[in-house]
């Protein structure tokens, strides 16, 4: 069992930035893959990047490309989504996940695949 807490959400203007921090309890976290995914009202779950247990493969939605990049801190039990030029629909509440099964990350694009979230923090951006 893990329990995933993230921070770092708030209310930003189109272009600027925010870093999304995720926090996990337990001795286990270097065993676990890890994702972002987001949801706005009225809409479904979405992929937004995931990171492997080790840190060294890296795979992240086309919609985020070149301004959103995922990194973990195994020391600190930490996992990171540094989000760059963002935009108005970008809004949607963040959420970690974590995988224990550490697939291939680019088998691990759907919800389904992950056994532990967090609760979720909101990120708006204004235009």
């Known amino acids: 069992q893990v329990k995933l807490v993230e921070s770092g959400g708030g209310l930003v203007k189109a272009g600027g930035s925010l870093r999304l921090s995720c926090a996990a309890s337990?001795?286990?976290?270097?065993?676990?893959?890890m994702g972002w995914f987001r949801q706005a009202p009225g809409k479904e779950r979405e992929f937004v990047a995931c990171?492997?247990?080790?840190?060294?493969?890296?795979y992240q939605a086309d919609s985020v490309k070149g301004r959103f990049t995922i990194s973990r801190d195994n020391a600190k039990n930490t996992v990171y989504l540094q989000m760059n030029s963002l935009k108005p629909e970008d809004t949607a509440v963040y959420y970690c996940a974590a995988q224990r099964r550490r697939s291939a990350v680019w088998t691990i694009l759907t919800p389904r695949e992950y056994d532990y979230w967090g609760q979720g923090t909101q990120v708006t951006v204004s235009s």
């Open positions: 990171i492997s247990w080790s840190g060294g493969n890296l």
């Open positions: 337990g001795n286990t976290f270097s065993s676990y893959n």
